[in-house]
């Protein structure tokens, strides 16, 4: 038997105790018939906001929860100490097994195992009773893979909703997607892709409206700090779009809504203004519908993918390829699917002196 075993085990336990005491003082405002649908919430809050491009507010029946927040998910439903020890118990043989879905699952209890493993034992339980009361709930998330994986173990219904473009399928950052029985993602590659890897998951494109008329105007969609040489090319594609008479629009990355900004904002801010930056917090598919571009600057950002989509030219200005080489390859290929600066600047003046060259070229990376 592992040796950590038994400590795992007997700080479970008293974690369970400690979720279920958390229950008390327990108002029964307690969900006594739950919803058709359940948005299960991260820290980070735009993660979960996808649920709204396919449902509007106010059009579907819906509850959501923190899923790392204990006040909240334990005030969901009362959940019996008895109900809790089954699961606990049911699950014990996940901490020894060597076989690949529990190692998978072990991952995902992090750097506490005992904690990680108490909280799936408990969303077992929670997600046990959803079942009882409406088994037809469907379960909505943007990376809450730990509560995810519980709610399918359920035989609920599981919907991943991808906040970005997918990483490769072997990355750590994917787990949740063979778990689930719908994944959302942003381009037909990525759909491709996954078709090839999950058999038994249905993937879907998230809906993107087109662009109808394109004004003079560029959004720069920020990441995070640059180098001084990441830097001077975005300074220069930007002279070249103010030489033509483009409104130029920066678009802080949400990260950074409540963050310290990286000196890369600083230094744009001294130098074009702080009127140039967006001071809301919106969509990026909403930003497109309201402003209209013809052009947007990215690095290796889900907007190059949005952009091309809504009928809108991409630049990616990435220079470091041999870092993110897979990356730009699949499952979005960025060196194909945008005008790439690093092998392609030329091309971006002879589409602003040529505007006839505009959707040869969007037509060209939509197709090549």
């Known amino acids: 038997m592992n040796f950590m075993l038994i400590p795992n085990l007997f700080l479970g336990l008293l974690r369970v105790f400690y979720l ?14 739950f919803p058709k649908h359940i948005i299960l919430e991260v820290e980070r809050e735009y993660r979960h906001k996808n649920y709204f491009k396919l449902y509007q507010k106010a ?6 929860f923190n899923v790392y927040q204990v006040k909240e998910f334990t005030k969901i439903r009362n959940l019996g ?16 097994q060597i076989d690949n879905e529990s190692l998978k699952l072990r991952y995902l209890f992090g750097n506490k195992p005992a904690a ?20 037809s709930s469907i379960i909505f998330h943007g990376g809450a893979a730990l509560a995810a994986k519980a ?18 399928i072997d990355s750590s950052e994917n787990h949740a997607i063979p778990d689930s029985d719908v994944v959302y993602v942003y381009s037909e590659d990525e759909k491709k892709y996954l078709e090839k890897r999950s058999v038994n998951t249905e993937i879907r494109l998230y809906p993107i409206d087109k662009v109808k008329k394109r ?13 001084k040489e990441e830097e001077n090319i975005l300074l220069g594609i930007i002279s070249i779009f103010k030489s033509y008479e483009y409104k130029i629009i920066i678009k802080t990355h949400p990260t950074f809504l409540k963050l310290v900004e990286p000196n890369l904002y ?11 930056f967006l001071t809301k917090d919106i969509d990026t598919e909403e930003l497109l519908l309201e402003e209209t571009p013809s052009f947007v600057i990215t690095w290796l950002s889900t907007a190059a993918c949005i952009s091309l989509r809504a009928g809108i030219i991409p ?46 070229n969007l037509n060209l990376l939509l197709s090549r």
């Open 215 to 227: 004004l003079n105007t560029v959004i720069v969609f920020l990441d995070g700090d640059k180098t």
């Open 59 to 64: 059009s579907e029946d819906f509850i959501s």
């Open 81 to 96: 100490l008895i109900k809790l020890f089954y699961f606990f118990l049911a699950n014990c043989r996940i901490l020894n």
């Open 116 to 135: 990680g493993f108490a909280t799936y034992c408990y969303f077992c339980a929670l997600f046990d009773e959803v079942n009882s009361i409406n088994p």
């Open 151 to 168: 709610a399918r173990k359920q035989n609920l219904k599981t919907y991943w909703l991808s906040h970005g473009i997918i990483s490769p």
């Open 315 to 360: 630049i990616c200005i990435e220079e470091n390829e041999s870092f993110y080489k897979l990356r730009f390859y699949e499952p979005y290929p960025y060196k194909r699917r945008t005008l790439y600066w690093k092998e392609e600047s030329s091309r971006l003046e002879k589409i602003l002196l040529n505007k006839e060259d505009y959707q040869k």
């Open 266 to 276: 600083k230094n744009l801010r001294s130098k074009f203004g702080s009127s140039t």
């Open 20 to 33: 279920y005491l958390n229950q008390r003082p327990f108002s029964n405002l307690a969900v006594k018939h």
